[in-house]
């Protein structure tokens, strides 16, 4: 008892493993979408803080470059795997909303709520600002890539579909080429690619697992996410018929963060560590990872699944996704940041919060 009351004080998360066999009874017994909603998203959060650990524990073991490649890869795949079901049942506007909620999320929520946190417990705290900066511009640059197909869909007097999903695809290839290529440029380089969120290891006096543990780890988590995933997707129609919350909100604030909160937490224990290099990577170079892998990804399975995803965002996700993208590069640009920032950046999040709750998309 005295070690499974220790382990849970270390990892608090995975007691919420328990809510797993209560998301089979909800969905067995008919509890109701709302309950079957919560508790899968309830099951979902340890499972993917698994597949974090298991990625880290794996990277131990690799090496820093085929690590930062391995969680690069690795690194949103609950969010992954509940989009593609998303998708698979037809729900193409809470899949685009998780993409472009999941950028601001981290950029916004996360970076603000980490900001807060580091300079509340240490002051004011510094960073690299020369590889922040850089990491930023890279995101501008692959946001430019999100909302063109929107541009010239919402400026077309005429929409012609066929044209639209062409210019998507054609941008998704572009986009992952992109990621590639940033990819091979961190393994050949001495510096680290903005891609790669570096592996951290929950604590350093704990021994890294095994490579058969990690890999056991990370299959039984994705099959847990896949399942679970099944009934959230499952019962979010009903939960949007029930209670009035829009698919568009539910995307753009619910599904990132149910997705990322064992990543989130990461970033925030880090900061407030006075690590403020390491948590500032991990918020940038998720987004990163969405922007240049998730989303084109999602795009090509779409088409093979026969629910086209375009790269088409309503004027609200777009305004979101450069002013994020530009407070972000505001706040990094000085290489130090305080709590007032940080508080400045969870305001921001919560007005766009507010305004896509009563105007949803």
């Not at 959060?45 to 880290?56: K, M």
């Not at 998708?87 to 603000?112: D, P």
Request: include cysteine.
């Amino acid at each position: 008892m005295k070690k499974l009351l220790s382990y849970l004080k270390k990892h608090p998360l995975h007691l919420l493993l328990l809510a797993i066999p209560f998301a089979v009874l909800a969905e067995l017994l008919h509890w109701g979408a709302g309950w079957i909603f919560g508790i899968s998203a309830l099951g979902v959060i340890p499972l993917a803080g698994l597949i974090g650990d298991a990625t880290e524990n794996l990277a131990v073991h690799t090496g820093p470059k085929l690590g930062g490649l391995i969680n690069a890869t690795l690194g949103n795949a609950a969010e992954l795997i509940i989009t593609i079901f998303a998708i698979q049942r037809g729900l193409l506007e809470l899949t685009k909303a998780s993409i472009t909620g999941s950028i601001i999320g981290n950029l916004l929520f996360v970076l603000g709520f980490s900001v807060v946190v580091g300079g509340l417990k240490n002051g004011v705290q510094r960073f690299d600002r020369k590889h922040t900066v850089n990491s930023t511009i890279l995101l501008a640059i692959a946001v430019v890539g999100l909302v063109t197909p929107s541009l010239f869909s919402h400026s077309t007097a005429v929409h012609v579909a066929e044209k639209v999903e062409v210019l998507s695809l054609s941008v998704a290839g572009v986009m992952i080429l992109l990621y590639i290529l940033g990819i091979l440029f961190s393994l050949k380089s001495q510096d680290t690619s903005p891609l790669e969120a570096q592996p951290q290891p929950a604590e350093e006096h704990e021994k890294p697992w095994s490579i058969a543990k990690a890999v056991v780890v990370l299959a039984i988590a994705t099959v847990g996410i896949s399942f679970l995933s099944e009934y959230l997707v499952g019962s979010a129609e009903a939960v949007v018929a029930s209670t009035g919350i829009s698919e568009f909100f539910l995307g753009i604030i619910l599904v990132p963060i149910i997705g990322n909160v064992a990543e989130h937490l990461v970033s925030i224990n880090l900061a407030y560590k006075n690590k403020m290099n390491l948590s500032m990577e991990i918020a940038v170079s998720s987004s990163l990872q969405v922007a240049l892998f998730v989303a084109p990804i999602l795009v090509f399975i779409s088409l093979l699944m026969g629910n086209p995803l375009t790269l088409v965002f309503n004027p609200f996700e777009l305004a979101a996704l450069g002013a994020a993208v530009l407070i972000c590069y505001l706040v990094s640009a000085d290489g130090e940041s305080t709590w007032l920032e940080g508080a400045a950046l969870l305001a921001v999040y919560a007005i766009f919060g507010l305004a896509f709750f009563i105007f949803p998309g």
